[in-house]
């Protein structure tokens, strides 16, 4: 059985107490805590496992190669590190009681230390305290799912060029068929995403709360805007400009392989998918063999139905489309290439 944690009871585990209030929130959201009944084994000797373990509640044994055998209590000085840092396992370790278990994503701790050691640095060098702003900016861009699979090199880069710009009611913040220079982040207030219909006028598509990400298309795309977004409330916004944008997030991200490799990847693995995002007509016409179907514009609201344990790879026919569609699947969260064009 596993349940969910309040950020405040990771306060007493190291490294998790060095942690800023909102890097420790977001942890939070990433951490299970499954209960374990007595006899049972937790990890094994020699396993490589992703997470890293910790004792929430109850009494564990570890045993090492040479069967030293070392007891952890909840209440002990030990119990607030990790029950085994290495990779694989140099330990077994089996409930002495039935106990509650703390895991953790490893890479993802690695990846909130890293943002938090960033976000000091950035702090320092600017000789300014945290603000309640500060705070409510960064948070929403950690949320970003593509974070987790850029350079850490690049996150204190990213965090610095960052700009903050406030908005008011009713302002348009790009438009339609004009060229993009920034990406935005939405920190503060709400946004109305508008397309024009010809014989209809300006129609409103969907709406954008705190945290979203918006811009990014036609940057990678090298294409005029697809929409335009208008604040529905005076709010913030991070954004950060075009050169910036594709040195530290667009191409740390986009991964190409050529025609041959796909369809290797494909023959080798079943779990491997090439999505086309022509439109229908195109496809229709001609396409590779195996391939489905969704349109370029069709992509976002059909990630839904997509499998996160799936590889894409993504094709077309000149490639700028294909960048933008395998920017958007990376940054949901999804792995995903760009097909080179024939």
């Known amino acids: 059985m596993t349940t969910n944690i ?12 060095s942690l800023m209030e909102v890097h420790l929130n977001e942890l939070a959201k990433h951490v299970s805590v499954t209960k374990h009944s007595k006899g049972s084994t937790l990890f094994r000797r020699a396993e490589t496992t992703t997470q ?16 030293q055998k070392q007891v952890i209590c909840d209440t002990d000085m030990e119990s607030q590190h990790t029950l085994d840092h290495h990779q694989p396992h140099r330990i077994t370790a089996t409930a002495l009681s039935d106990c509650q278990i703390l895991t953790i994503s490893q890479y993802y701790l690695d990846l909130i230390l890293t943002w938090d050691q960033a976000r000091r640095n950035v702090v320092s060098s600017l000789n300014k305290n945290i603000s309640q702003e500060d705070e409510q900016d960064f948070s929403c861009i950690l949320q970003a799912h593509f974070f987790d699979q850029i350079p850490a090199a690049n996150i204190e880069k990213l965090l610095q060029c ?69 604040m529905a409330t005076a709010g913030t916004l991070m954004r950060l400009n075009k050169n910036d944008f594709h040195e530290l997030l667009r191409n740390p991200l986009l991964s190409h ?14 779990d491997a998918q090439i999505i086309d995002v022509r439109l229908p007509a195109e496809y229709a016409y001609k396409h590779i063999t195996g391939s489905i179907n969704i349109p370029l514009i069709s992509l976002r609201e059909k990630l839904s139905t997509l499998d996160k344990t799936k590889a894409y790879l993504v094709s077309c026919d000149g490639g700028a489309r294909s ?20």
């Not at 890293?52 to 069967?67: P, Q, T, W």
């Not at 041959?260 to 693995?269: E, G, H, I, L, P």
């Not at 960048?323 to 024939?342: D, H, K, P, T």
């Open 162 to 230: 960052f700009e903050r710009v406030p908005v008011h009611k009713g302002e348009k913040i790009i438009k339609e068929g004009q060229i993009g220079y920034y990406i935005y982040v939405l920190t503060q207030g709400k946004a109305t995403v508008m397309r024009h219909i010809s014989g209809q006028g300006d129609i409103s598509v969907a709406k954008l709360m705190p945290g979203a990400f918006f811009g990014e298309d036609a940057l990678i795309g090298e294409t005029p805007r697809n929409a335009t977004i208008v």
């Open 52 to 67: 890293r373990f910790y004792l929430l509640s109850g009494k564990v044994e570890l045993c090492d190669a040479n069967y």
């Open 6 to 17: 309040h950020y405040s009871n990771l306060l007493g585990f190291i490294p998790f107490n």
């Open 323 to 342: 960048e933008v569609a395998a920017y958007i699947l990376r940054e949901s969260g999804f792995q995903a290439y760009v097909v080179n064009s024939l």
């Open 257 to 270: 392989i050529g025609y041959s490799q796909a369809k290797q990847m494909v023959a080798d693995n079943p």
